[in-house]
């Protein structure tokens, strides 16, 4: 008897399509590959997160970090080694023409380049030594990442763009951009999510800024395994067989690795091995041509209630985000996501997706045969509640979103990295130089963040579990009471919420208003979320208002506590930079210890280099913890 092929979802079938009429090449990172191939590997993902075993039912952990305690480094290290600074990108991977023995030790190893390319090119133009890994090419994907300008300039200001540079990376600029909710109203603001940034200029900029300073990009080379020594960290390293090079050595050496390499991450995978994700953002989109409304953006908003217990997909509430596009004049990005926990009873993927199709009709009001669609978008990002993530081992430390910094409502991704760049850049310089490598002294890079905590039961708010029966206008009818009342105090206190920051008096005031304008939907909500979940927060906004009142005392302290960071020097004007040893003793031989160096730390003065990184965390954590560091 034949057996008949099972009938394609209108998912694939859309996939399909694209594919067909898609030649461009696929990058890595979030958003990266969109094949349906890639499409699988997610929904494997998420099956696996669905039904995966939690605690001691897990099993043992994955070895993927180990630790030996034996040193890594040579008593005796051999004479300089230069990496080739100005040579081309071929030249200037992992071939180099270098052996073995004269590989040097970094004082940075970034794995994971599509973000982490960032945080490398910020280190190595201070002058450290860095390198980054990278499992595919080092290049953007196609589609635009969505940011505000003034989240742009915070790479201005770090020295990484120039203000024409920046021009020439952005693709598109549109305003206004509007909020709302069906059945509850709407409201417009400008200048959020409204720039469209071209990940593959942006990034290949942020190479070639990397190389210039002497760092190095290994990219398409896997990395295999960590060992975690007391005098440094060392990388397996497995060379992609299509690549036309080879790995110098099967590993690299440094005193710090800096893991971007986001959810998917194998050392986050260790480090929450048994632990399921508190909650899920999904989300799914295209890339579509032929939208002849096309001028204005949504940075959220809903076009239905809560899913009815009658749908297939149901007890969720999809939210939708909206972009022109850089490609076109008609080209538009749609985004539906939805907030959930890890239940295994939770949709698939493509369930989710193929619910897209039929509600992006009615949304953008468009026909679908009426668009012509060049990229499918999806993801997932998990989150937990024990975020920032802890360092679980010496040397190890994560960043963007494999370190969770990123609020639980957002998709993580480069507009979370920049917010935080030029604080992780200060942090990891002022580690290096006082030689705070340790566990306990990464850990304070990424301490209590009471207003990222508080953004949980924004979370549950608007989310729906199994069992639950909220009224179906619930969601909206909160969330247009909250916007309303932030469109009537103004852009300090709407503009920090939609770009993820929480801010202790613009909650209050928030929350007033929506009291006065909304009484009736206050117990309904409370309803919703649940007691625990109200303790919870109210403990975490009482953990804001002391980090507010904190900042309002320790900030005039703050330009007195020195860095013991050495100031930045240019590639080749000796010292640490990054083109000669990663530290240079008077002899002449390299050390993978601060406290050994060559080059020693700047003068702190009745603190030792160790303290006064210690103090300079603690009024980090005061001032990101409130908020303070948002500007308008």
């Not at 399909?16 to 094949?35: F, H, K, L, P």
């Not at 040579?87 to 970094?106: D, K, M, T």
């Not at 801010?503 to 409370?526: E, K």
Request: charged residues 20%.
């Amino acid at each position: 008897m034949a057996i008949v092929p099972a009938e394609k979802s209108l998912t694939h079938e859309m996939f399909d399509a694209i594919d067909r009429a898609n030649t461009s090449q696929q990058a890595s990172g979030a958003g990266g590959a969109t094949t349906w191939e890639a499409f699988q590997r997610v929904e494997e993902n998420w099956s696996r997160i669905r039904t995966m075993k939690e605690g001691a039912a897990a099993g043992p952990a994955p070895q993927f970090v180990k630790q030996d305690p034996s040193p890594a480094l040579p008593a005796a290290p051999p004479a300089r080694a230069r990496s080739p600074r100005g040579s081309q990108a071929g030249a200037s991977g992992p071939a180099g023409g270098h052996s073995a023995s004269e590989q040097p030790v970094y004082d940075v190893i970034v794995a994971g380049g599509t973000l982490g390319v960032f945080v490398a090119a910020s280190l190595a133009t201070r002058g450290w030594r860095v390198a980054v890994v990278e499992r595919g090419a080092l290049r953007g994907r196609a589609q635009e990442w969505n940011i505000s300008r003034k989240e742009m300039m915070e790479l201005v200001e770090l020295g990484l763009l120039t203000r024409e540079e920046l021009e020439g990376v952005i693709a598109m600029e549109f305003n206004p951009v509007r909020v709302g909710f069906h059945g509850a109203g709407e409201v417009w603001t400008r200048d959020v999510l409204n720039c469209g940034v071209s990940p593959d200029a942006l990034i290949t900029l942020m190479r070639a800024k990397l190389e210039a300073a002497g760092g190095r990009v290994y990219e398409r080379v896997d990395l295999a395994g960590v060992t975690v020594h007391p005098d440094a960290v060392v990388l397996s390293l497995r060379s992609d067989p299509t690549a036309t090079h080879l790995v110098y050595g099967s590993t690299i050496k440094g005193r710090l690795l800096v893991d971007c390499m986001g959810h998917a991450s194998p050392i986050v995978r260790q480090a929450r091995w048994g632990r399921k994700p508190d909650g899920v953002c999904m989300v799914v989109g295209t890339l579509g041509s032929g939208y002849t409304t096309n001028s204005t953006a949504d940075v959220i908003a809903t076009a239905t209630h809560l899913q009815p217990d009658s749908a297939r997909v149901n007890k969720m509430q999809f939210f939708w985000e909206a972009f022109p596009a850089g490609s076109g004049p008609t080209d538009r990005t749609t985004y539906m996501f939805a907030y959930m926990d890890a239940a295994p009873w939770r949709p698939s993927l493509e369930a989710v997706f193929d619910e897209y199709w039929p509600l992006l009709e009615g949304y953008q009001a468009v026909r679908l045969r009426d668009i012509s669609f060049k990229r499918a978008l999806f993801g997932l990002f998990p989150t937990y509640r024990d975020s920032p993530l802890r360092p679980g081992w010496d040397r190890v430390l994560q960043v963007g979103d494999a370190s969770g910094i990123q609020s639980p409502l957002s998709f993580g991704g480069f507009g979370a990295l920049t917010r935080h760049l030029g604080r992780l850049t200060r942090a990891l310089a002022e580690a290096l130089a006082a030689d705070a490598l340790d566990a306990q002294a990464l850990g304070a890079v990424h301490a209590y963040n009471p207003g990222l905590s508080s953004a949980w039961m924004l979370q549950k708010a608007m989310s729906v579990r199994q069992g639950d029966r909220p009224p179906p206008d619930l969601i909206n009818r909160m969330l247009g009471g909250n916007f309303k009342a932030m469109q009537g105090l103004g852009d300090p206190v709407m503009k920090p919420f939609l770009q993820d920051v929480i801010q202790f008096g613009p909650l209050l005031r928030t929350m007033g208003a929506q009291m006065l304008h909304d009484p009736a939907s206050v117990p309904q909500l409370l309803a919703h979320v649940g007691p625990a979940a109200l303790a919870d927060w109210v403990l975490h906004v009482g953990g804001l208002g002391a980090a507010t009142a904190l900042h309002a005392v320790t900030r005039p302290l703050r330009p007195l506590v020195p860095s013991p960071a050495p100031k930045a020097q240019a590639p080749g004007a000796g010292g640490h930079h990054a083109g000669g040893s990663a530290h240079q003793g008077k002899s002449g031989s390299s050390s993978a210890s601060g406290s050994r160096a060559g080059v020693s730390a700047a003068p702190t003065g009745p603190l030792t280099a160790r303290q006064a990184y210690f103090v300079n965390r603690l009024l980090d954590a005061i001032e990101f913890g409130a908020g303070a560091d948002y500007k308008l």
